[in-house]
């Protein structure tokens, strides 16, 4: 069984950065694809950044392309997100996600599709 867990979250300043981690374990993730998800509150959780195990390919948001970047540790299952440049539109509750890799990225479109998640940590920028 899948067990994500994230971390990092924090308060920050317009034009800050933070990293998020997300330790993964239960089992081997070389078919998977894992990811972050933010959810602002009173709205719909949204795809942020996702990343392919086996040969670390990326897929962003266009809303974070540029000041975000999603990369993996090289002896561990954990999975970090860099956050440069924030805004105080990225304020929100960002949660880890992890899925078996699909032929694409399609179904990081929605969270729906998206099958093991972690518990979320909470973002604040303040302006």
């Known amino acids: 069984q899948v067990r994500l867990v994230d971390s990092g979250g924090g308060i920050v300043q317009a034009g800050g950065s933070l990293t998020l981690s997300c330790a993964a374990s239960?089992?081997?993730?070389?078919?998977?694809?894992m990811g972050w998800f933010r959810q602002a509150p009173g709205k719909e959780r949204e795809f942020v950044a996702a990343?392919?195990?086996?040969?670390?390919?990326?897929f962003y948001a266009n809303s974070v392309k540029g000041r975000f970047t999603i990369s993996r540790g090289n002896a561990n299952d954990t999975m970090y997100l860099q956050m440069n440049s924030l805004k105080p539109e990225d304020t929100a509750v960002y949660y880890c996600?992890?899925?078996?890799?699909?032929?694409?990225?399609?179904?990081?479109?929605?969270?729906?599709?998206?099958?093991?998640w972690g518990q979320g940590t909470q973002v604040t920028v303040s302006s």
């Open positions: 239960g089992r081997s993730f070389r078919n998977y694809a």
């Open positions: 990343l392919r195990w086996s040969d670390r390919d990326t």
């Open positions: 996600a992890a899925n078996v890799i699909g032929r694409n990225w399609a179904p990081w479109a929605n969270w729906r599709g998206i099958s093991s």
